[in-house]
Every structure is written in C-alpha cells, then in structure tokens.
C-alpha cells in the first residue's frame, strides 16, 4: 500500500474510482487509521465522497472504535444528500451499535426511507450486542422481510442467552434452513451439555460438512465424552462423505492424549507418518493446543530424527505463547542435531534463463549489483513510511 499511496500522490487529479480504490486497499489490509485519515484528505480538499466511498470509512471507524470521526463522516453523509442510501445508512448503524449507541443506531434506522433486510438485520443485531432482547424481538416480528441470515441471527441470540427452548422453536418455524442454522443449533446444544438432543438434532440433518461434525465431536470433548469423541470421528471416517480438518485432528488428538490412547492407528485409517503428524503440529499452532504439539514432537522425532524444521514449528509455537524459555531449549537441541535447516531459495526467470538465489546468497557474478538494486528498493519502502515487523523473524527458527 506504500507504493499505491506514492503512485497516488503522484495523480494530480485523481477521479472518484481511484480514491475509493485507495480506501478499499486501506481497508482490507486492516489499516483503518490510514482510511481516516485519507477521508480527512479528501474532505480538506474539498472533494465529495460518493455512495461508495462513505460505507468504507464509516465501516474503518467502527473498527477502531473512533465514534467521533464517525459522527464527523455522518454530517458529511447528511451534508452530501446520502442519507436515504441503505447501504449507507446500514454501516451507520452497524457502527453505532458496535459503540454501544444504540439510540444514535436507532435513529438512523427511522430516517432510512428505504429499510432492506440488511438493515432490518443490522438493526436487530445491534440491539442484541447491547443485551436488548426485548426491542431485537420487537424488530424481528414487524421485520417485512426476512432472509435466512435474519433467522440464524435471532436463534444465535436465544443460544448465547441458553434459551435452547426458544432457540428450538424459532429454528423450527424457519421456512427454510441451511447448514449453518443446523450448526448453530447443534452447537448451542453441545455447549449446553444436552447431549442427547445435540445427538437427534445430528442425525435429523439433511446435510453435513466439517463443521457439523467437529460441533458433534468438540461437544464430546468439551464435556469430557472423550470414548464418543473417538466413536464420533471413526464414524466420520467410515462414512467417507466429509474429509477431517486440522481442528478435527486437534480435537481427537486431544481426546487421546487425555485417554492415553495414542496409537492412532486404530482411529484412522492408516498409521499416521511424519507428514499427518507435521499438519498436526502445524495445526496446534492455529489452536495454540501445546500439549499436543510437544507430543507431535515427540513422533516427528521418532520419525525424522535428522529434520530441524520440527524443532522450529514448535519453537515457532512457544514464541507465540511468550514461553522464551522454551525456545531457546529447542534452538540449542536443533543445534545438538549436528544439521541445519535448508536455506531459503527462490528461482527467477531472466534473461531466457532460470536464475537460482539462496538466502544471503553472494555466489552470483553480478552480486554487487543485485545487492545495490535491493538496497536501493529498501531506501524507496522506508522514504515512503514502510516499518518492516522483524517480530516474528526474531521469534521463529
């Protein structure tokens, strides 16, 4: 993005889909400082926004909880004659009610001359974030439409409130359900510990994915049920229809480890080899489960004995986890393993040929060059703002 806002400045007059297109790119790399203040830009230059420029920024508002830039974008909004656009009017309200003000959300809900169902959801979700779930009902029985996100979100609420009752009951007046509403119920009945309501609800489903299923077994496993778990996911193996994912295998690895059933051959359909086990360990890293991931070490070991790149998996995990203890054990058994870990490499084309680059590579015959192109590209990122993170360079291998 440092480079777009550079090519940027240099436009000396740039049109409606170029800022907008600046907004978005801000946006969707998370940078929502950056989205406001570009809107400040674009306001002192006296330019202004359109219809698809205001639902970005108002949306980069909500997300840093900056309720005053927000009431300073909504003036603008006012001011523009975009008040009666829906999409905009929903983001105001979505930011609104994520700050907690409900009545401001409110209030531009019954300004809105045309309220889709978008809106409607927007509205009672928003009532649902600020525990009303006397006016959320309200909205959603006088809603004109109602679209099946609009259902799902209203037994959610009954779920998070463990109504599982009413919850039931709405789920079972929807005219029409998807997989994610069944997954919904399933789940709040798992977490609810009403297994065997979880269970019919299960086999009444006319269709399941991975997440049905790893609602049913991580149920199991939450509650304790660890001999279901494992009946759970053999069941899901022999059915075929659904393939595990790495929460799955997180899930029932787990299960085991608690079981001391670690021979996993008799719950899978062959022995697990390094490379399970690596997506294993690499999968404990995303649930941050560290017990599993110092067993996956142990069969890594036993496996690859001579691979350093399982030592820094792990390692990678404890750094997460601030346990720098940890790490620098690992760093010194990597060391005491007598390999190391292969450099990077990268291949280009150049010059009708393919040209190979190691990491810190000085073999090639123009290396000065090369060097000097990359240091001049350095200096380009850093005059234009661009602060490399060298965290997780400096906490992995």
Same mark, same amino acid.
């Given at each position: 993005?440092?480079?777009?806002?550079?090519?940027?400045?240099?436009?000396?007059?740039?049109?409606?889909?170029?800022?907008?297109?600046?907004f978005r790119?801000?946006?969707?790399?998370? &940078? /929502?400082?950056?989205?406001?203040?570009?809107?400040?830009?674009?306001?002192?230059?006296?330019?202004?926004?359109n219809?698809?420029?205001?639902?970005?920024?108002?949306k980069?508002?909500g997300?840093?909880?900056?309720?005053?830039?927000?009431?300073?974008?909504?003036?603008?909004?006012?001011?523009?004659?975009?008040?009666?656009?829906?999409?905009?009017?929903?983001?105001?309200?979505?930011?609104?009610?994520?700050?907690g003000v409900?009545?401001?959300a409110y209030k531009?809900?019954?300004?809105?001359?045309?309220?889709?169902?978008?809106?409607?959801?927007?509205?009672?979700?928003?009532?649902i974030?600020?525990?009303?779930m006397?006016?959320?009902?309200?909205?959603? /029985?006088?809603?004109?439409e109602?679209?099946?996100?609009?259902?799902?979100?209203?037994?959610?609420?009954?779920?998070?409130?463990r109504?599982?009752?009413?919850?039931?009951?709405?789920?079972?007046?929807?005219?029409?359900?998807?997989?994610m509403?069944?997954?919904t119920?399933?789940?709040?009945?798992?977490?609810?510990?009403?297994?065997?309501?979880?269970?019919?609800?299960?086999?009444?489903?006319?269709?399941?994915?991975?997440? &049905?299923?790893?609602?049913?077994?991580?149920?199991?496993?939450?509650?304790?049920?660890f001999?279901?778990?494992?009946?759970?996911?053999?069941?899901?193996? &022999?059915?075929?229809?659904?393939l595990?994912n790495?929460?799955?295998?997180?899930i029932?690895?787990?299960a085991?480890?608690?079981?001391?059933?670690?021979?996993?051959?008799?719950?899978?359909?062959?022995?697990?080899?390094?490379v399970?086990?690596?997506?294993?360990?690499?999968?404990?890293?995303? /649930?941050?489960?560290?017990?599993?991931?110092?067993?996956?070490?142990?069969?890594l070991?036993?496996?690859?004995?001579?691979?350093?790149?399982?030592?820094?998996?792990?390692s990678?995990?404890?750094?997460?986890?601030?346990?720098?203890?940890?790490?620098?054990r690992?760093?010194?058994?990597?060391?005491?393993?007598?390999?190391?870990k292969?450099?990077?490499?990268?291949?280009?084309?150049?010059?009708?040929g393919?040209?190979?680059?190691?990491s810190?590579?000085?073999? /090639?015959?123009?290396?000065?060059?090369?060097?000097?192109?990359?240091?001049?590209?350095t200096?380009?990122?850093? &005059?234009?703002?661009y602060?490399?993170?060298?965290?997780?360079?400096?906490?992995?291998?």
């Open positions: 993005m440092a480079y777009a806002h550079k090519v940027f400045d240099g436009i000396p007059d740039p049109n409606f889909a170029l800022w907008n297109a600046m790119g801000y946006a969707k790399n998370e &940078s /929502h400082r950056e989205v406001i203040l570009l809107f400040g830009r674009m306001k002192s230059m006296d330019i202004m926004p219809c698809f420029t205001f639902p970005v920024v108002i980069s508002c997300r840093l909880k900056r309720l005053l830039e927000g009431e300073e974008v909504h003036c603008v909004v006012i001011k523009g004659g975009f008040r009666a656009n829906p999409y905009v009017g929903t983001t105001l309200i979505e930011m609104y009610a994520a700050g409900i009545g401001a531009v809900f019954g300004e809105m001359f045309e309220r889709n169902v978008v809106a409607w959801t927007s509205m009672i979700n928003g009532y974030l600020c525990g009303d006397v006016s959320a009902q309200r909205l959603f /029985h006088l809603a004109p109602r679209d099946i996100v609009l259902w799902n979100t209203m037994v959610s609420c009954y779920i998070e409130l109504d599982m009752v009413a919850a039931r009951k709405l789920f079972d007046d929807m005219p029409r359900r998807d997989v509403g069944w997954n119920v399933l789940n709040g009945y798992a977490s609810n510990g009403e297994f065997d309501a979880c269970e019919k609800l299960f086999e009444e489903m006319p269709e399941r994915n991975v997440f &049905s299923w790893n609602g049913l077994i991580g149920g199991y496993a939450r509650n304790g049920r001999f279901q778990v494992l009946g759970s996911f053999k069941r899901m193996l &022999s059915e075929g229809d659904v595990p790495d929460a799955t295998l997180v029932v690895l787990s085991c480890a608690r079981l001391g059933a670690l021979d996993l051959g008799k719950w899978m359909p062959m022995e697990p080899d390094a399970i086990w690596a997506a294993i360990l690499g999968a404990c890293r995303i /649930h941050k489960n560290i017990e599993l991931a110092e067993l996956a070490l142990e069969r070991i036993e496996l690859e004995p001579k691979n350093p790149a399982n030592y820094v998996m792990l990678n995990i404890y750094g997460d986890l601030g346990r720098w203890k940890d790490v620098a690992l760093k010194v058994a990597t060391r005491d393993t007598g390999y190391k292969v450099p990077g490499v990268s291949f280009i084309e150049a010059n009708d393919v040209v190979e680059f190691y810190l590579d000085e073999r /090639h015959p123009e290396t000065e060059e090369i060097y000097g192109a990359l240091r001049g590209l200096k380009l990122l850093k &005059s234009s703002g602060v490399p993170d060298f965290l997780e360079l400096g906490q992995g291998a």
